[in-house]
C-alpha cells in the first residue's frame, strides 16, 4: 500500500513545470515522471515539437502534444503539465509508478548492508521496522522465510512483487571491497589461457553489463553478481555457479543461458554481455528485477 502524501518527502521541487501522467487518466491518480525526463520533455513541448519519445521501464512511449497522451501500442495515458507551485494540488502518488520516499519512522542512515556488510545494491527498506538491505540480500531472506535481521520483524511480500522504483542509479559499480575479494578468489590463468584472457581483459576496459531476459525485457545483474561473472567470464570458464535470492543457479556462458541447477524449479533464462553503449538495443527494465530505468529517446 502506497505510503500516505501527509507523510512522505518529494524531491526539492524549483520553481518550474512538472510533466505528470494519469494512471490512465489524471482523475485516476497520477505520478510525475522520472527527472531524467523532466527536461526532455519540457524541451520538446517548448520547441513547438508534435511529440517525443522516452524510454519507461523498457518500453518506448510517445508523447503527443496534441492530444496530450502518452502511449505505446494500445496502451494509452493522460499527460499533463503543470507549474511546480501547483504540484500538492495533482495529489500525485509518487514518481515513475513509485511511491513517493517514506519519512515515517525509522531511517537508516549508513549505506551498510547487514546481510552481506557491504554497500547496498538497490537498497530496499522495510517500511515497518525502517530497516534497509540489498535488494536481493533482502530477498534471499524472504525465500527462506526468514525475518528481518536486524529487529526479526515480518518482510512483506508487496517489497518483492513487481517492484518499481525511482531512486536508483543504473550505473551503479559493484563495491570495491567485494570487488577486490572476489578477483582474489581466482588464480592466475595458466600459459594456455594467458593470450585470450588478456585480449578479454583489454576489451573489459570499456563499461559493460550483464543482463538476463525475464518476462519479454531485461534487467541488469546485481553489480555484485555481475561482478562474479565477470571474473569467470575474463578467465574464458565456460561456466560458473551463483546463488541468486537463496536459488542456486548454473550460468553457461556458451549457451549464454542460467538456469536453477536440478533441486528448484528455476526456469531457463537468456543472459548477454553488452557493452554500456549498446544499453538502447535492448529492452532493459532495471536491476535484479527492480524496474526504474526511464531515459529520453528523440
Known amino acids: 500500500m502506497a505510503p500516505s502524501t501527509r507523510r512522505v518527502k518529494r524531491p526539492d521541487v524549483p520553481d518550474r513545470f512538472v510533466w505528470l501522467y494519469g494512471n490512465p487518466k ?32 523498457g518500453e518506448k512511449r510517445t508523447l ?18 503543470v507549474h511546480s507551485t501547483k504540484l500538492h494540488m495533482s495529489k500525485c502518488k509518487g514518481i515513475s509508478g513509485a511511491s513517493y520516499v517514506s519519512t515515517k519512522g525509522y531511517q537508516q542512515t549508513d549505506e551498510k548492508c547487514n546481510i552481506c556488510f557491504h554497500k547496498q545494491m538497490v537498497p530496499t527498506r522495510i ?23 536486524m529487529c526479526r520483524g515480518d518482510l512483506p511480500i508487496s517489497l518483492f512483487v513487481n517492484p518499481i522504483r525511482y531512486d536508483v542509479d543504473f550505473d551503479v559499480e559493484c563495491p570495491e571491497e567485494f570487488a577486490e575479494d572476489c578477483s582474489a578468489m581466482f588464480k592466475k590463468p595458466d600459459n594456455e589461457e594467458v593470450g585470450e584472457s588478456s585480449s578479454k581483459r583489454k576489451e573489459s576496459k570499456l563499461r559493460h553489463y550483464w543482463i538476463y531476459e525475464a518476462r519479454g525485457f531485461w534487467y541488469r545483474y546485481d553489480p555484485k553478481h555481475e561482478k562474479y561473472l565477470e571474473e569467470h567470464f575474463l578467465r574464458n570458464k565456460p561456466s560458473c555457479t551463483l546463488f541468486i535470492c537463496g536459488i542456486k543457479m548454473q550460468v553457461d556462458f556458451k549457451k549464454h543461458t542460467q538456469k536453477g541447477d536440478e533441486w528448484n524449479a528455476a526456469r531457463e533464462r537468456k543472459i548477454k554481455r553488452i557493452a554500456a553503449s549498446d544499453m538502447h538495443k535492448f529492452k532493459i527494465r532495471g536491476i535484479a528485477g527492480v524496474s526504474f530505468l526511464v531515459q529520453p529517446i528523440s
Open 64 to 81: 503527443s502534444f496534441d492530444s496530450m497522451s502518452d502511449s505505446s501500442g494500445s496502451d494509452k495515458r493522460q499527460i499533463k503539465r
Open 26 to 57: 489524471m482523475r485516476d491518480g497520477c505520478y510525475e515522471y522520472h527527472p531524467a525526463v523532466q527536461s526532455h520533455i519540457e524541451e520538446a513541448y517548448l520547441n513547438d515539437k508534435d511529440k517525443c519519445m522516452i524510454n519507461f521501464h
Open 127 to 149: 517500511p515497518a521496522c525502517g530497516h534497509s538491505f540489498c535488494y536481493t540480500c533482502i530477498k534471499t531472506n524472504f525465500k527462506k522465510r526468514l525475518p528481518c535481521p
